[in-house]
């Protein structure tokens, strides 16, 4: 995590599925280096960082839309979820999580 505070909530999916949940998130801007996940119990936290570059010394902006800073997402899942297997995808800024669910 940054010490940048806060600065957007990332739109998320999450499915059930017969054998898996399958978690969906919006990350544009973002590289893979940048996105951190870790499973703690029936959690799923997801932490990534924003960064922006900006071309030479500008003076002022005139227009400033684009933010750079970090999200943290916790999604809970139900206890007997198999925690140890975690299968990931990020493709053009939407990653993809595959997350096994015996039953």
């Known amino acids: 995590p940054s010490d940048m505070p806060p600065f957007f909530a990332t739109p998320t999916d999450v499915m059930v599925q017969k054998d898996c949940y399958i978690v969906v998130m919006d990350l544009p801007g973002f590289s893979l280096e940048d996105i951190e996940m870790e499973i703690e119990s029936s959690s799923l936290i997801i932490n990534g ?55």
């Open 49 to 103: 960082t924003r960064r922006i570059d900006i071309w030479g010394n500008p003076d002022k902006f005139l227009i400033a839309e684009r933010k750079a800073g970090h999200f943290s997402k916790v999604i809970k899942f139900p206890e007997n979820i198999e925690t140890r297997r975690l299968e990931f995808n990020y493709a053009d800024g939407t990653l993809f999580i595959l997350l096994n669910n015996p039953k």
